[in-house]
């Protein structure tokens, strides 16, 4: 009797479950662009100040509602976790053994914009002129400012109102990799291995892997959606280091400082001075150069901190930079008898091509489905770090893929509704390419 009403419990169970799902699903709707409209309204933005994780509580509304809309899927294991982290596995569909592979995303949205009562606006079949944001008209996208729009006329558009950003930067990579889990889950014939789908807290605030736990992900390789135009792919970053000089000169009296005072901080004046404009600065550098960049002066006549930041894509060029300013440092303090200083290196992160280049499969299928979705691959490095460069030197090779995303932190947001769909097509089609080779 007890086996019967357990049986019964069970079938009474699933229909609960199933209803339940069917429900939800009716209710959230599951286009790529609905789900995209829905994420972008809820605010997520990062704080640089705070210490918490998540820097912001609000990011935790989103990672709640993807683990439930996951779980409606059926995806039993989807978790939101209380740092904001979203886990999940979409089982796999063929018996090959096929490496584990991860989608992975950001939730928040940069400080530098407003994410407040963001309210998307859907432009049909985009005719080629100026867009005005209706809740500012001084925000115009024009498409001599972004060349692109012009591949997308007689498509749809999506950009903010005005007073916000739109928040595609990274919620298009959000509703992307949502949509393709839905997809692959109401297709079962699609041949796939086992896939890990991951969104993290606080990347525009360097966090991004602060609380990652590696163990529960499980997976052996992954992609970041968190790219620009269709058809880029992003398999190199810089190598950044910082450094922290500080500049302690003799504090006197000032009415009694005659031949006494040596002041800090005109060492600090004297150094930035000499910094060449023309080479060697983020303002006279592009493609694959890197540079030195002081990013904050902060002191007294008594000490004075130079804070600077250290770019190039070859890891080696860092020393040789830190070289010349340290030399170029010693060469002004030492004018000045009774000065001195303190010099501190720190590694901040590492060119994912170091990495990536011992799994070379790992680009090469993703450009083989970008080929297969009729798109020209385009690499391009990236003047920045992403999730991915942390990722790749964590043990998880990652490099990233295009989500559409254009004009990100500001308030002229833009993206392609068909770059969103061609994205979740390209995941789609990589998934396969993986189980072809396995
Ligand atoms: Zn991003």
Not at 15 to 42: D, K, N
Not at 153 to 179: E, N, P, Q, Y
Not at 425 to 438: A, F, R
Request: with cysteine; proline share 5%.
């Amino acid at each position: 009797m007890w086996a019967l009403f357990r049986q019964y419990n069970r079938v009474f169970n699933y229909f609960v479950v199933s209803y339940y799902a069917y429900l939800t699903m009716r209710h959230y709707p599951y286009t790529v662009t609905e789900r995209f409209l829905r994420y972008v309204q809820i605010d997520t933005q990062s704080n640089p100040q705070s210490q918490l994780h998540p820097t912001t509580d609000k990011q935790k509304n989103l990672s709640q509602l993807l683990a439930a809309e996951l779980q409606a899927m059926g995806i039993t294991d989807a978790v939101a976790d209380e740092f904001g982290y979203v886990y999940a596995t979409i089982p796999a569909t063929t018996t090959k053994q096929v490496p584990v592979i991860c989608f992975c995303s950001h939730i928040d949205t940069a400080p530098d914009c407003s994410g407040t009562n963001v309210t998307p606006i859907v432009h049909k079949h985009y005719n080629g002129a100026p867009i005005v944001l209706p809740h500012d008209p001084q925000q115009i996208i024009t498409t001599e400012a972004y060349p692109y729009l012009l591949q997308h006329i007689g498509h749809d558009v999506i950009t903010a109102s005005g007073t916000t950003l739109l928040g595609a930067d990274d919620k298009a990579g959000v509703a992307i990799i949502m949509d393709m889990a839905h997809y692959l889950i109401t297709h079962p014939e699609v041949p796939h291995g086992t896939i890990k789908l991951l969104f993290t807290p606080d990347e525009e605030v360097g966090m991004g892997t602060a609380k990652l736990q590696m163990d529960l992900l499980g997976a052996q390789y992954a992609y970041t959606l968190d790219g620009g135009e269709a058809g880029t792919l992003e398999d190199e970053t810089f190598s950044a280091d910082g450094v922290v000089l500080t500049i302690h000169g003799v504090s006197a009296h000032p009415g009694y400082a005659k031949g006494k005072m040596v002041n800090a901080l005109k060492i600090a004046g004297e150094l930035l001075a000499a910094l060449p404009n023309n080479e060697w600065c983020p303002e006279q550098t592009s493609g694959k150069q890197g540079f030195v960049h002081p990013v904050r002066v902060s002191g007294v006549a008594e000490e004075a901190t130079i804070e600077w930041i250290v770019r190039d894509f070859d890891t080696a060029k860092l020393a040789e930079y830190e070289s010349r300013l340290y030399q170029l440092t010693e060469t002004i303090v030492s004018q000045h008898a009774g000065a001195r200083f303190d010099w501190v290196v720190t590694e901040q992160y590492r060119n994912m091509k170091e990495i990536l280049d011992q799994h070379p499969h790992l680009v090469a299928y993703a450009s083989a489905a970008y080929e297969k979705c009729g798109l020209t691959v385009t690499k391009t490095p990236i003047r920045g770090g992403t999730d991915g460069s942390r990722l790749s030197f964590m043990g998880l090779p990652c490099p990233n893929l295009f989500t559409g995303m254009q004009a990100i932190h500001s308030k002229k947001e833009w993206v392609g509704v068909q770059d969103l769909e061609k994205a979740v097509e390209v995941l789609v089609t990589l998934v396969q390419i993986w189980e072809e080779n396995s």
